[in-house]
């Protein structure tokens, strides 16, 4: 194996989501009586930022896609009011309501104030990013960092469940409703032509079983929809089209370990971060971020050792 098997890889981190304030807005919080609230978008920053020396040791060059609990878009949800309106209007809501009454209120969705949320914190915060990525840091991979839940319910109440998981996604499995869009259409072909599935899917299946050996959890298994396809030889790799997969110009691997709402998960995330290992529930575990954070490293080390070795043959 080269000493250096990263060396001159350009990596750039997407931590999912932005935690901090706004994860409540984002419905990435959740909170089970007055422990520490669980939210994705710190746990994500947190795996980012062990990954990053990591990575660095191991000779790649890492960027941030973003690095604080403060959203890259200028923009925030008041900045969408009147677009929103013109959504709800459009999607047959004549007259919607400005505010949503509350957290469980059904009629949420059909709210100026939730629709204007959700082009901030997803679509403008995410095609910022995609403009950081492709204009600014042009990596060869973007890994994008996300932990997986199943439904929790009320958050101030959540159910916490036995079932874990890992899956990995790359871009593809389009739906017809999405080719209508040009603009889709357009980053789907860009997409093609760049070629960048060559290597993203075989990456992903390096990745996975890395994951799946280190973090020992099952492939999740997607419901039966046309929106999510299985690739690759791993088995748990799936094609979705998300702004991100699609957005970014390069191999862009999403992991999406881990269910932050089953009960061991949930234990080791209130134990926080350590050294070593420690009994979390029975069993001897390294702290969740390390074990995330170990076996991505492990899975672009096994595929560039590999990848690069048969390009210098
Ligand atoms: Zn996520």
New binding site residues.
Partial sequence: MLEKPLSGLKVALDP??LGGNWAKMEE?WFQVGDTKPVQ?GDL?LQVARLLAPRLRQLGAKVSYVRNSDEPTTAKRPDDFRELSKKILIKNGVPQPRAEVLDSSDPAKEQTIRWQSEILFYRYSEIRRRAVRVNFKLHPDLVLCL???AEGWGDPKNPTLTDTDHLHLLVNGSYLAEEMEFDDERFEMIRRLLSRAFDEELPLADSVALAMARETGLPPYQYPTTNSTTKVGTSGYVYARNLLATRLYRCPVVYC?PYVMNSKDVFARIQVGDYEGTRNVNRVEHKSIFREYADSVVDGLVDYYSKARCSRDR
């Fill in positions: 999912g989501h990435r994705e994500t996300h932990l997986n999406e």
